[in-house]
């Protein structure tokens, strides 16, 4: 079984600051990685992912994630916040293995983050 | 191209009736994936459908059930419905098990 921790349920933020999003995973089996960002009212669109290849992960938005198996962790950062970066931050897990990469992803309960001008 | 549509986009239903969700994938999808996503929370899987199977199951009640077309479209029924089935059910379509989910803006169901 897996699981998923995000350290934080609201993150708050400086426009032009530093956006450090932080989770810790638990999975039995090598996992894949997601990041996903959910605006209001609306469905969740897919950041970066992680599939045992690179360990730091560029996704979109200038979004960034580093893997780190020692410490089970797969932390998202930009560089430079943007007012349209505010919005809710999902991490997942998958189970992978035979039943691919979107095999019952575990979400974590989300990061909400808040950019202010 | 139209992204992953779901409906209806909002529904109020009553306790112990049954409801039917929709689901039209992105174009050139085969995979249906469907999520709850309780206010507060990070979405929950239900089901996954593929080939007009039920292939991965989370930790639901039998009295969520779904259905997967030739067209690759697909419902979620819920049967006896609870209060605390009141969430957001998200749709997520993708090419086969390992390409990126792409996920519609959710049926918003609420149980009175």
């Known amino acids: 079984a897996q699981s998923v921790t995000q350290l934080g349920s609201h993150v708050s933020v400086s426009e032009g600051a530093l956006v450090l999003l932080r989770c810790n995973y638990s999975s039995s089996v090598p996992p894949y990685l997601f990041w996903y960002v959910q605006y209001p009212n609306q469905g969740l669109q897919l950041l970066l992912k992680?599939?045992?290849?690179?360990?730091l992960v560029k996704g979109i938005n200038g979004f960034e994630a580093e893997f780190k198996k020692s410490e089970t962790s797969f932390h998202q950062t930009k560089p430079s916040a943007h007012m349209s970066d505010a919005a809710e931050y999902f991490c997942?897990?998958?189970?992978?293995?035979?039943?691919?990469?979107?095999?019952?992803?575990?979400f974590g309960k989300g990061t909400l983050l808040t950019v202010n001008p | 191209d139209a992204g992953v549509t779901q409906s209806p986009t909002h529904l109020i239903k009553t306790r112990g009736q049954q409801v039917t969700l929709r689901c039209s994938p992105k174009?050139?999808?085969?995979?249906v994936s469907w999520y709850q996503q309780a206010l507060g929370q990070g979405p929950q899987f239900i089901f996954q459908?593929?080939?007009?199977?039920?292939?991965q199951r989370g930790n639901f009640p039998d009295r969520f059930s779904g259905h997967q077309f030739p067209n690759y479209s697909s419902e979620l029924n819920v049967n006896a419905l609870l209060l605390g089935d009141s969430a957001l059910y998200l749709c997520?379509?993708?090419?086969?098990?390992?390409?990126?989910?792409?996920f519609g803006n959710g049926t918003r169901l609420t149980v009175t």
């Open positions: 997520a379509s993708s090419l086969g098990r390992s390409s990126p989910l792409h």
């Open positions: 174009s050139g999808h085969d995979t």
């Open positions: 992680y599939t045992s290849a690179a360990t």
């Open positions: 459908y593929y080939e007009e199977e039920e292939r």
């Open positions: 997942a897990v998958s189970g992978g293995g035979s039943g691919g990469s979107n095999y019952k992803l575990t």
